[in-house]
């Protein structure tokens, strides 16, 4: 099984350097999906009250053979229900849904700011991890400012913070400052413009030096800059290169050449923090 390098919170919180991303992995195949993966050695499953899969991300866990605690199940509040009696009826309908005793990952999916209830929702995470109801807290396409407002107002930090990162759009900033407060990074679409970005010689350059395929090149990338990739994978060949991507250890200066793929206009869609606004 591939040796995965893994990463620590300020709370001692660790996540494995890849993880299953399960967008659009739905019914009986999102379900085969998943228990496929935990059995080629993923332990980090990601889904979202939005995604509209948790019945088939838990089915997929409950029948893996992985004892229940080695696999770290997330996901994510959605913005109509940041409102603190909504966000604790989400926050059990999720758990439902799934099928667990607790989520392991429970993370509020967009700040939505222009409606400032984000840190109700933060509270009600809060409580929820206090009762139990799930073991670890965080927050997904958060700003600093964002982040900041959040611990002030209780007192809690998250451990992770899901945003867009790929060679495209590389975060320098706002990895730094994660890595100052011990919050723990997570890049979703991290293959980016995959066709695109696939395509870029100084990927293939690196990918060849390291006799491993562009995708692999990417992920490796990931793990260098110390970000948790969390690419979707449904077939088990899909899932294994992913998770031996892992493995690869690429030169500084591989790393600084392909972060300098990094764009103004990077994101994939608009889908800044700042203004977006997620139902």
């Known amino acids: 099984m591939t040796a995965l390098p893994h990463f620590t919170a ?3 919180f660790v996540l494995p350097a890849i993880g299953l991303g399960t967008y659009a992995l739905d019914g009986d195949a999102g379900a085969d ?3 496929t993966a ?4 993923y332990r980090l499953i990601d889904s979202a009250f939005n995604y509209e899969n948790e019945g088939s991300v838990g089915r997929g866990v409950r029948r893996s053979d992985v004892d ?5 199940v997330t996901t994510k509040l959605p913005g109509r229900h940041h409102p603190s009696a909504k966000a604790r009826t989400s926050i059990e309908e999720s758990r439902s849904r799934l099928g667990l005793d ?3 990952l429970h993370l509020i999916h967009w700040p939505n700011p222009s409606q400032d209830e984000y840190v109700q929702a933060w509270a009600a995470l809060v409580e929820a991890q206090e009762r139990g ?4 807290i965080g927050v997904s396409n958060f700003l600093p400012e964002h ?3 959040i611990e002030r107002e209780t007192g809690v930090r998250p451990v992770v913070n899901q945003i867009e990162v790929h060679p495209y759009f590389p975060q320098a900033e706002q990895l730094a400052y994660h890595r100052e407060h011990g919050i723990l990074t997570e890049a979703w679409s991290p293959l980016g413009r995959a066709k695109e970005l696939l395509d870029e010689s100084v990927i293939g350059e690196v990918a060849e030096a390291h006799g491993i395929s562009p995708a692999q090149t990417v992920l490796a990338w990931h793990v260098a800059r110390q970000t948790v990739a969390i690419p979707k994978a449904s077939s088990i060949e899909h899932q294994r290169s992913n998770l031996a991507a892992g493995e690869v250890v690429l030169e500084a200066t591989e790393v600084e050449a392909i972060t300098a ?3 103004g206009d990077g994101r994939l869609f608009d889908a800044d923090p700042a203004t977006h606004e997620e139902s």
């Not at 935990?38 to 050695?41: L, S, T």
Request: zero cysteines.
């Open 147 to 149: 982040l900041e407002r």
């Open 33 to 35: 999906a998943v228990a």
């Open 10 to 12: 300020h709370n001692g």
């Open 38 to 41: 935990i059995g080629a050695g």
């Open 261 to 263: 793929l990094g764009r």
């Open 68 to 72: 229940r605690s080695e696999v770290i």
């Open 133 to 136: 109801v799930v073991r670890q």
């Open 102 to 104: 607790a989520t392991d």
